[in-house]
Structure formats: structure tokens, C-alpha cells
């Protein structure tokens, strides 16, 4: 199982960006996919996560409105639009795979199993 997150940057507060993250190693179809972000000093939380036909979809109270979850099985990427970005936002953010098939709000970082490298976002001006 791999998980690849891209899409990370430096943006303005207010400004949007778009996470990728590539699966790999097995049939995207058939998982719940998450993202979750860990600020410095912080513990890793949940943003947001997709079910397996992306027919659920939760967020966290914190980015709802603004974020934006979506798949393509086909492609075997999962994708995090970030609108309206505040600098509270920055964090680095892991794509991951739970154990479980649900897909809850928030996101429980227990309950996910394999996670990728990451990749920062950093919200200032």
C-alpha cells in the first residue's frame, strides 16, 4: 500500500490550493480514503475523508465550507480542494487509509492504518 500526497505550498491567506494524493498497491475503489494535518505542537487531527464510491464524504467543523474532498477511482487519486485558506490552516498533510469502511466526522487518526509522506501547507502572507 502506498499513499503519495502532493499539492502543498506557501498561499496567501484567502488563497486555495488542490492536494493529490496517488494511491498505489491496491484497488482504490474499495477504501475510505482521509486527510488529516498535523500543525507543529499539535496533535494530528482529521480534515476530512471520502467513502469508497465517494458517495459520503465528512470534514471537520473547522474546514467545512471551505474544503473540499473528491475522487477519481480511475486515476487512483484522491483530492483535497482548499478554499478561502487561513493561516490556521497550515499544517502538514497526510492522505491515509483506515482500517475501518466508514467515514466519519472527523476523521479519527486511530482508526487510520496506512498513511503517505505528507506534504506542507503553509498559510501566510
Known amino acids: 500500500v502506498q499513499l503519495q500526497a502532493s499539492g502543498g505550498g506557501l498561499v496567501q491567506p484567502g488563497g486555495s490550493l488542490r492536494l493529490s494524493c496517488a494511491a498505489s498497491?491496491?484497488?482504490?475503489?474499495?477504501?475510505?480514503i482521509g486527510w488529516l494535518r498535523q500543525a507543529p505542537g499539535k496533535e494530528r487531527e482529521g480534515v476530512s475523508c471520502?467513502?469508497?464510491?465517494?458517495?459520503?464524504?465528512a470534514y471537520a467543523d473547522s474546514v467545512k465550507g471551505r474544503f473540499t474532498i473528491s475522487r477519481d477511482n480511475a486515476k487512483k487519486t484522491v483530492y483535497l480542494q482548499m478554499n478561502n485558506l487561513k493561516p490556521e490552516d497550515s499544517a502538514v498533510y497526510y492522505c491515509?487509509?483506515?482500517?475501518?469502511?466508514?467515514?466519519?466526522?472527523?476523521?479519527?487518526?486511530?482508526?487510520?492504518?496506512?498513511w503517505g509522506q505528507g506534504t506542507q501547507v503553509t498559510v501566510s502572507s
Open positions: 491515509a487509509r483506515p482500517s475501518v469502511h466508514w467515514c466519519r466526522a472527523p476523521p479519527l487518526k486511530e482508526e487510520y492504518t496506512y
Open positions: 498497491g491496491f484497488t482504490l475503489d474499495y477504501y475510505t
Open positions: 471520502t467513502s469508497f464510491s465517494g458517495g459520503s464524504t
